[in-house]
């Protein structure tokens, strides 16, 4: 079967990857992981869970409490 990647994700802002990525290795060290495959899952999986955290408070800080309409 080919690996068909359907997915509507793309970036709006750009340089964002960048800076996700950048933000990613910056988690992980700070987490004392060591990112790859060599890394159980739930280690890699922290530093995930980390990143959104980091974005969703950033993106609530620069809404300015304003609700979603």
Known sequence: ???QNNSS???LVPGAAQ???Q???E???EFGVNLGGETTSR???SVG???TKRLVSFAQQNMG???VQ
């Open 1 to 3: 079967m080919a690996n």
């Open 9 to 11: 994700n793309q970036l």
């Open 19 to 21: 800076a996700i990525d």
């Open 23 to 25: 933000m990613k290795y």
């Open 27 to 29: 988690i992980a060290s």
């Open 43 to 45: 280690a890699n999986g």
């Open 49 to 51: 869970g980390e990143i």
């Open 65 to 67: 409490g304003q609700g």
